[in-house]
């Protein structure tokens, strides 16, 4: 009898814990999906294939989709300013594609046929447009920064450029490895070496911060961060060739980068590639997915618990406090979540 009561007891636990969470299928189609935007009601994505499009939120049905080449090129990046949507395919030759969010026009602003030409992230922030590439043979981090002014000009800060250590680069996993304040600017490297690059966005000066993360390994490291404000952010990563492993794969700063601090090391889900704080929350609640599972965190990344199981989801962001979309291979998906009893 004692047994039966707690076999009920968990199925109940269960029961209730599912009635919590809503999952909606918006997108099915043959393309893995690593960069994700929102806008107008509406989640626009990049992926394979040269693809581009959009589903609505609210209405599956209004949807279309675009190839921005007739190259099959591989898009993991995507952002936005009030006009536009800017992606960059990985590997080399590079394109910098504009496209009209009025029009669905697209046009080629720049080309980057550098042998090593591998970006990772795309951002913005406020008025420029933020992107790094694998380095070169010399080591050298290529970081460029662009506006869509009149006339388009992509800059590359050769005096900013950071030596790297041999094998370090970063991972094109779900283009937030990249993330700003309105003082700083923060990207993430992994492989041999896992570090933070610090920005200051007035003055331009960037610096190199050791990290605890693990590391030492070309699949190994940070592979998503986010900042809730100046000084607190967070990291998520790990092995991708190991994925249940969960030693050192998480860590948070509470100095605006300075030094990290190891959370949760072997008491989470494993490899996670994308990373998110919850709108007003005081960075308190954090949702973090990898291609095996979906995390919730409740304590400023302390403890982590499993919401979802769900597979092959690679990128995510909150549409609003309550309701998130995922991505990944051959599909998008919107979350409904009830965090209150988490």
């Known amino acids: 009898m004692k047994r039966f009561l707690l076999f009920n007891f968990f199925l109940l636990s269960f029961w209730n ?43 599956s049905a209004d949807k279309k989709q675009m190839r921005l080449s007739e190259k099959n090129l591989q898009f993991r990046t995507l952002a936005q300013n009030n006009t536009d949507f800017y992606a960059i395919n990985i590997e080399s030759p590079a394109y910098f594609f504009k496209i009209n969010k009025s029009t669905l026009q697209s046009e080629i ?22 992107a790094f590439s694998d380095p070169e043979d010399n080591l050298k981090l290529k970081f460029a920064r662009f506006s869509d002014c009149k006339n388009f000009k992509i800059k590359f800060l050769d005096k900013e450029l950071l ?63 986010d900042f809730y404000n100046e000084n607190f952010g967070i990291a998520v990563g790990g092995d991708y060739t190991k994925q249940a492993e969960n030693i050192n794969n998480i860590a948070t700063t509470i100095d605006g980068g300075k030094t990290w601090q190891i959370q949760a090391s072997g008491k989470n889900g494993g490899y996670k590639t994308c990373v998110k704080f919850r709108p007003r929350s005081k960075g308190k609640d954090i949702i973090a997915v990898g291609d095996q599972n979906i995390e919730f965190s409740n304590d400023y990344g302390k403890t982590w618990k499993t919401i979802s199981e769900e597979q092959g989801l690679y990128v995510c962001d909150w549409v609003d406090e309550n309701t998130l979309v995922f991505a990944g291979k051959n599909r998008i998906i919107k979350m409904k979540i009830d965090t209150t009893f988490l």
């Not at 602003?109 to 933020?130: G, I, P």
């Not at 923060?186 to 960037?206: E, Q």
């Open 17 to 59: 814990f599912a009635q919590k969470i809503e999952i909606q299928t918006l997108l099915k189609d043959n393309i893995s999906i690593r960069a994700l935007q929102i806008d107008d009601g509406k989640v626009w994505y990049s992926g394979t294939e040269s693809k581009f499009g959009f589903v609505s939120l609210s209405d």
């Open 109 to 130: 602003m720049h080309t980057d046929s550098s042998k090593n030409a591998f970006y990772d992230a795309l951002y913005f922030h406020r008025k420029y447009f933020y």
């Open 163 to 225: 030596e790297l250590k041999k094998g370090e680069a970063a991972f094109a996993a779900s283009n937030t490895n990249i993330a700003s304040s309105k003082k700083n600017m923060w990207v993430a490297t992994g492989g041999m070496a896992s570090r933070i690059i610090k920005i200051n966005l007035r003055t331009g000066k960037m610096k190199l911060i050791d990290t605890p993360f693990i590391q030492g390994t070309s699949s190994q490291g940070i592979y998503s961060i």
